[in-house]
């Protein structure tokens, strides 16, 4: 009986020691898969930090541009005011020339 009851307990202890070391082979997998998560976000966080470095340049560029169209407005406004100002000029020149005529 002590025979058997030894028998038993290899067994069980066999068991044991597959139902161990097939947590530790699972393990061993879900270790090489966090692995590549882990390299896989790596990547992912340094084109996020490329795509932001690109997207604070364009916004500059975009800020430069409206800064550029606005004085280019400014700008043609008061051309076009003195060129108002001169059309005036000229006509009332062009008046007093007809008049001493």
Same mark, same amino acid.
């Given at each position: 009986?002590?025979?058997? @009851?030894? @028998?038993?307990?290899?067994?069980?202890?066999?068991?044991?020691?597959?139902?161990?070391? #097939?947590?530790?082979?699972?393990?061993?997998?879900?270790?090489? &898969?966090?692995?590549?998560?882990? #390299?896989?976000?790596?990547?992912? $966080?340094?084109? /996020?930090?490329?795509? =932001?470095?690109?997207?604070?340049?364009?916004?500059?560029? /975009?800020?430069?541009?409206?800064?550029? $169209?606005?004085? /280019?407005?400014?700008? @043609?406004?008061?051309?076009? @005011? =003195? /060129?108002?100002? =001169?059309?005036?000029?000229? &006509?009332?020149? &062009?008046?007093?020339?007809?008049?001493?005529?």
């Amino acid at each position: 009986q002590l025979v058997i @009851e030894i @028998e038993n307990k290899k067994r069980e202890i066999l068991g044991k020691d597959q139902a161990i070391a #097939s947590l530790k082979q699972s393990l061993g997998v879900m270790d090489e &898969r966090i692995d590549k998560m882990q #390299s896989n976000l790596d990547s992912k $966080t340094e084109q /996020l930090q490329e795509l =932001r470095a690109v997207l604070n340049k364009k916004s500059e560029e /975009l800020d430069d541009y409206k800064n550029k $169209t606005q004085n /280019l407005s400014s700008k @043609e406004d008061t051309y076009n @005011e =003195r /060129l108002i100002e =001169r059309e005036q000029e000229i &006509r009332e020149l &062009r008046h007093q020339f007809g008049a001493i005529q």
